[in-house]
Every structure is written in structure tokens, then in C-alpha cells.
């Protein structure tokens, strides 16, 4: 494997370069990570080798945490140093579930490349940190500081980030996993979707419009030898047709609501807000509408997350925060309920993940005991002028 990493061309906008005192500093910061990053190496060792007989799992619930820290300090000094952004690479953990984070770990191999870049970091990087720290503290070697801070800084920072940061490769794979993963859960998303529009139209419309042939065929038969029964058939009909239309407009509305086609997002919201038995506020931050698909998929997403605030928050009150950064649509759905929320447990919030994932959403949950919870909704999209409507919606 190998990964090259150049800095970019100076940006205008971006921070000038850390002066030679603040680079000096770094590199006394490096000095004194270095001893716990060995501790945590021979650590992260050992409950590897002890993993069978479940001590080691102890060990690296400590070891893999404190590394990934280290690490992180490393990699935004690093990051600083070269004046480009490194974000962080770990997959995410599912919390509460310890065999299965234990196994995401495991399996990450930026685990094993920290434990590598460990190795390097508590020998020659120690070497090199040091080397900058004795020569800014020896009146002899003063010039050579001058001079050469910046360089050895540098090219300690770009073997930080060989190890630290993934190259274009490894993106490029793991992005191929992430969208073969949402293909799969979107597929499984839309045949439980098609199974619930055949249950709905199966157990409501056609049963109503069954019952309707029936009626008719009996007051047909009748009409000749019981006329005022036969109207009172009539009239019942009439009445299961207009509750047979009812179900078909409730299963559309679970296709897409009119409402959100007409009003767009934060009409839809507010519509929503008005429904609940506990009063919500809607604070709309949007100038104009994104496309129709994704429309659809934040509105069903907070819906799923008001439902959930009626269901089990036991809140007083709830909010929805829409906004718009220039890249990404942004839902904030919070209430001041009891908290705990966890969205690995229940299909609601396993659903909302899939629907947003299909266009690389996001779903982050802040829910501490006692509360506030706040469900964050981000979906990149751009918007359509306000006086326009997005192609893809109805006219």
C-alpha cells in the first residue's frame, strides 16, 4: 500500500502556516504522547493475544480507545502542520452492543494502523520530535532550528498520515462498500414497503370494495321483491364506497402526500406540527426546495421521529429546526422528554437510517438520560429557487 500526500496550493482563505514556536510546540507535544502511545501499543498487543479467553476484550475496550485519541491529536497537528484536512477514518461503533463493536474494531484496519504507526511514532518520530525540541533549547544549533523546523515538521507530519490517514484506494473501496450496503438496505426497504401498501389495500380497499359488489349484486336481486330493502342496500354501498375512498387516500398519502407536493417541505412540517397532541415548533431556515425524492425522504424521516416523540418521550413539548448550509439539507427534530433513546433498538429509526442513506444521509441522535433528545437529519442537496418548483414534483 502505498499513499501519497502533498499539500495543496496556498488557499487565500485558509489559516496561514503555524509559526516555528507553535511547530516547537507540536513537536514537545509528540515527546510527551510518545510514552503512553508505547504503553498503549504493548497493551493493545497483549489483549489481541489474550482475546480468546475474553480478557483481551477488556484490555482493548482501554488500549483501542486511549490509541485512537493519541492518534487524533497526531493526526490534527498533522493535519495543521500540512494545511490540508484529514478527517477521521474509524468505521463507526454501535454502541451498547460490545461483540459487535468489538468485531467493527477488529475489523477496521485502521486499528492495525495505529498500532503500527505506534511502533513508528515511539521510535524514529520520537527521535525526530526530540531532534526539533534540542535544537530551538542549544544556543549552537539555534540556526539550525531557524531553518529547519519546518522541513523535519513536515515530513514527520506527512509519515503521521501515511499511517493515519486512508489513501484515495482505501476511499474509494469503502465507498463502494457503503453504497453496496445502502443498495441492499433500499431494496429490503422498498419490498417491506411494497408488502405494507399490499397489506393496506388488501385488509382496507379491497375488502370495503367486496363487500360493495356483494351489496349491489343482493340489491339487484331484490329490486323486484323488495324494494325499500334494496334501497337501504343502495345506501349502505354508497357509504362503504366513500370509506373505500378513504382507505385509498390514506395508502396514497403513505406514497406521498399531497400536502408535500402543494406546500413543499416546511408546509408539510408545519402540517405535521399541527396534528401532534403535544405542541411542536417549526422554525423553517429554508429559501426554496430540494428535489422531490429527497423532499419526500426528510419528510417521512421526521415524520417517523414526531411519531416517536408521542410514542415514548414523554416530552411536554418538540421542535423542528429546517436549514440549509449551501450543501446540505439539515432536520432537527428535539423534545424535552425523558431521553435515552437508542436507534439501534426499533425499525422506526432503522428505517428513517435506510431512507436517508439511499441518498447519502446521515442520522445522529443525542439522547442522554433525562434529556433533551435531538435527532439531527442531514441529506446533501442543492435548492431549487423558491419560485420554482422542483422538476421532479407534481404540477
Keep these: 500500500m502505498t499513499t501519497t500526500i502533498q499539500a495543496p496550493p496556498p488557499d487565500p482563505g485558509s489559516p496561514p502556516p503555524p509559526s516555528r514556536l507553535r511547530l516547537t510546540a507540536y513537536a514537545l507535544a509528540q515527546l510527551v504522547l510518545a510514552v503512553p502511545a508505547l504503553a498503549f501499543l504493548i497493551l493493545g498487543v497483549v489483549g489481541a493475544a489474550t482475546l480468546v479467553v475474553w480478557v483481551g476484550a477488556a484490555i482493548l475496550a482501554v488500549s483501542v480507545p486511549a490509541t485512537r485519541w493519541i492518534a487524533d491529536q497526531h493526526r490534527l497537528m498533522a493535519a495543521r502542520v500540512l494545511g490540508i484536512p484529514v478527517p477521521r477514518p474509524y468505521r463507526p461503533v454501535t454502541l451498547g452492543r460490545p461483540v459487535e463493536a468489538l468485531l467493527v474494531v477488529l475489523r477496521d484496519p485502521m486499528t492495525w494502523r495505529d498500532l503500527a504507526w505506534s511502533v513508528w511514532a515511539s521510535t524514529f518520530g520520537f527521535a525526530v520530535a526530540l531532534i526539533c525540541l534540542l535544537e530551538l533549547l542549544l544556543v549552537v544549533t539555534f540556526p539550525i532550528w531557524w531553518f529547519g523546523i519546518r522541513p523535519k515538521m513536515r515530513a514527520r507530519s506527512a509519515v503521521d498520515l501515511w499511517f493515519l490517514a486512508i489513501s484515495r484506494t482505501e476511499h474509494l473501496e469503502q465507498r463502494v462498500q457503503v453504497l453496496t450496503e445502502t443498495r441492499a438496505d433500499l431494496v429490503d426497504h422498498s419490498a417491506a414497503e411494497l408488502r ?182 442531514e441529506v446533501p442537496c442543492d435548492l431549487s429557487s423558491p419560485r420554482t418548483t422542483p422538476s421532479s414534483a407534481p404540477a
Design 196 to 377: 405494507r401498501l399490499e397489506r393496506d389495500l388488501h385488509d382496507g380497499a379491497q375488502a370495503r370494495l367486496v363487500a360493495l359488489s356483494m351489496s349491489l349484486g343482493l340489491a339487484d336481486q331484490l329490486f323486484a321483491e323488495d324494494p325499500e330493502r334494496a334501497r337501504r342496500l343502495v345506501s349502505d354501498a354508497r357509504a362503504t364506497t366513500s370509506a373505500a375512498i378513504g382507505d385509498l387516500r390514506s395508502v396514497v398519502r403513505g406514497i406521498h402526500p399531497p400536502v408535500l407536493a402543494d406546500r413543499g417541505l416546511v408546509g408539510a412540517v408545519q402540517a405535521l406540527a399541527l396534528d401532534m397532541a403535544l405542541p411542536v415548533r417549526v422554525d423553517p431556515g429554508l429559501v426554496g426546495r430540494p428535489s422531490a425524492p429527497v423532499e419526500s425522504a426528510v419528510y417521512f424521516a421526521v415524520a417517523e421521529c414526531l411519531t416517536n416523540v408521542a410514542k415514548h418521550a414523554r416530552a411536554e413539548r418538540a421542535w423542528v429546526v429546517l436549514s440549509h448550509d449551501g450543501a446540505r439539507l439539515r432536520a432537527v427534530v428535539g423534545d424535552d422528554g425523558s431521553g435515552g433513546a437508542d436507534p439501534a433498538r426499533g425499525s422506526g429509526m432503522l428505517g428513517v437510517r435506510r431512507r436517508l442513506a439511499a441518498f447519502d444521509g446521515t442520522m445522529a441522535v443525542s439522547s442522554p438520560p433525562g434529556g433533551p433528545t435531538l435527532v439531527t437529519l
